[in-house]
């Protein structure tokens, strides 16, 4: 199955009734997925915004009214999202986003890179706040993580972005979709009216200076629970490990290319691949600096990602590194040889300085 | 004896922070009024905009979630694609309705989303201290526009409910205004009606109501009136722009 669509249809299963979006290239398919699939299940909602910013605040207001609700978009596009998805995270209503990156900045190209990693990471939007980006790296991955990306956005009352490219939209592979677990999230937050009862306000605004500081420490408080609770990253080949790669989503799957030919070549290289990228797993990387001493971030940006390794690792282990912004994708061979080229045995990885 | 002035149900008991003279008081009261006697309060939804009104949700006594500035119709459309059989409605100014959130409401619109938007037009912008707003009048004196504005550097007031009623999606649009006894009852209809059509399932309803900002005017609020009826009602005719469903019942009510 496409990629794309993969993500689609996991939304679908895992109780996904609200859709909005505007047409970009290369995440389209999704969008024609959910009109197509919405249509068919009860309570669906599809709507094709007028604008990147149209369809945000669109997902603003079903979230509240208690829609599992999905935007998805593509780098220019989720530029223009910004201003929703920070007023998702100040009035803490759950909501996924779905950022197939392009080439950038401007414009861009369609071509796959991880130019976005900061914007993703660290907020996007105005403001004191995070999103929790997840960085699937296969069609199998792309349909569990978009499943927990809803449950994440509800445990946590934020929104959840899925943060891939254009490779893995387009691409095709088997899928098995996992049962999806029962929504979990109290009526209370949902927004329909007040009945009989007390009637109810969603805002971010508040001008009370030490309420607006009290709201910021709530939202901070619960940046940190995440923090401890949810980073999560794969090994590959690491037990034996001289060398880690750090790499993720398409970067991670040239890694595993890149891996094979090193250790063929006598180099025991393995990969740390974070699946969380914010929250970044920190603690486990430096964990694994105990035994392995040289590192290789390999990204499609000119660094990015490299700065949260350099924060769990710098003084711990030696860091390398190897990227090629949007445009070009990279090969294996190409990732080898600059790692052949960079580590040395008995000196180690050269560091990026 | 009998009761004829209270403050509505759907109305807290918080002390408006609007300006004396001002229409928002006026509007809010009135769509509180027709909530309650529509008895709606329980299932309507309120989207408040950026700008003077946005503190809205501190005065109605229903549900209310902000948006961002012009993003009301987007954000009220989520809701009521959700939850149809709910009255959802956004409150808009001029700024938040006709200069950033133009392409949000012009599609709500034209979508014919079944909500509908009070829009307060008052020409300028209020809460950020009466910069020119693209319904101010041509020669209106602003703190953006401190010779007056200027069509050939500003551009034109922009008419909004002349534009909507073009759209095939839209049902009903009236522009009102509240500076007199008169008006406020006329406007009060017009709110109600929109309000019905919504319950009805009509589709998008808008009612324009032209209002007095004697602070950022710089005029008393009898000064402010007048000056409705005296130049903003040149360029923002008062009436009925738009009645399909009473343009129907007309229709359907002669004999063949």
Request: aromatic residues 8%; charged residues 20%.
């Amino acid at each position: 199955m496409q990629g794309n669509k993969v993500i689609g249809e996991a939304a679908i299963r895992a109780g996904c009734r609200f859709y909005a979006g505007y047409p970009i290239t290369p995440q389209n398919e999704l969008p024609e997925y959910m009109a197509e699939r919405l249509r068919l299940v009860e309570g669906g909602v599809f709507i094709q915004s007028e604008s990147e910013i149209a369809a945000i605040h669109m997902v603003v207001g079903a979230s509240a009214a208690g829609a599992r609700s999905m935007t998805s978009s593509s780098s220019p596009g989720i530029s223009l999202k910004q201003e929703g998805i920070s007023s998702l995270a100040a009035c803490q209503l759950p909501a996924v986003i779905v950022n197939m990156m392009r080439g950038g900045p401007g414009l861009g190209n369609i071509s796959p890179a991880q130019g976005d990693y900061f914007q993703a990471t660290r907020g996007g939007g105005h403001g004191d706040y995070r999103v929790i980006v997840l960085g699937p790296a296969t069609a199998q991955e792309l349909a569990d993580l978009t499943m927990d990306a809803f449950d994440l956005a509800d445990r946590y009352r934020s929104p959840v972005m899925i943060l891939a490219d254009g490779m893995m939209g387009q691409m095709m592979e088997p899928v098995i979709f996992k049962e999806p677990k029962p929504r979990v999230y109290p009526e209370n937050y949902i927004m329909k009216g007040a009945g009989s009862g007390k009637s109810k306000i969603i805002r971010g605004l508040i001008l009370d200076p030490l309420e607006m500081e009290e709201h910021n420490w709530t939202l901070e408080r619960k940046y940190r629970v995440i923090s401890q609770q949810e980073p999560r990253h794969e090994l590959y080949r690491a037990d034996d490990a001289e060398l880690i790669l750090i790499a993720y989503g398409t970067g991670a799957r040239i890694a595993k290319g890149a891996i094979k030919r090193l250790r063929e070549a006598g180099i025991r290289a393995g990969l740390f691949r974070p699946i969380t990228l914010w929250p970044f797993p920190t603690n486990d990387l430096r964990d694994l600096a105990k035994s392995v001493k040289n590192y290789l971030v390999f990204e499609l940006s000119t660094g990015q990602m490299l700065e949260d390794v350099r924060l769990a690792l710098q003084g711990y282990a030696r860091i390398g590194f190897h990227g090629r912004p949007g445009g070009v994708v990279p090969t294996p061979v190409e990732l080898a040889n600059v790692v052949m080229r960079q580590y040395d045995r008995k000196q180690g990885i050269i560091e990026h300085n | 004896m009998k009761k004829v002035f209270g403050r509505p149900k759907s109305m807290k008991s918080n002390i408006f922070h609007y300006c004396a003279g001002c229409g928002h008081s006026i509007a809010h009261r009135l769509i509180a009024e027709v909530i309650d006697e529509m008895g709606i309060q329980g299932i309507t939804i309120g989207v408040p905009p950026a700008g003077c009104a946005v503190l809205a949700y501190n005065y109605f006594d229903i549900d209310m979630i902000e948006a961002q500035h012009g993003r009301g119709p987007a954000t009220a459309t989520g809701i009521k694609r959700v939850l149809p059989d709910r009255i959802v409605f956004s409150y808009q100014g001029d700024g938040d309705l006709a200069a950033i959130g133009i392409a949000e409401s012009f599609h709500a619109a034209n979508r014919g989303e079944n909500i509908t938007v009070v829009f307060i037009n008052n020409a300028v912008y209020g809460m950020t201290g009466g910069q020119m707003a693209p319904t101010s009048m041509l020669g209106q004196k602003t703190t953006t526009s401190p010779t007056g504005r200027k069509p050939i550097l500003d551009g034109h007031p922009v008419q909004v409910s002349e534009v909507f009623s073009l759209l095939p999606g839209t049902t009903y649009i009236e522009r009102c205004t509240v500076n007199s006894p008169a008006s406020i009852l006329k406007a009060k209809k017009a709110i109600r009606k929109a309000f019905q059509y919504q319950v009805e399932g009509l589709g998008f309803s808008l009612v324009e109501i032209l209002s007095p900002c004697p602070t950022n005017w710089k005029m008393t609020p009898t000064e402010a009136c007048q000056w409705i009826d005296e130049v903003m009602n040149k360029v923002f005719p008062l009436g009925v722009l738009k009645d399909i469903p009473a343009g129907e019942k007309k229709e359907s009510g002669k004999k063949p």
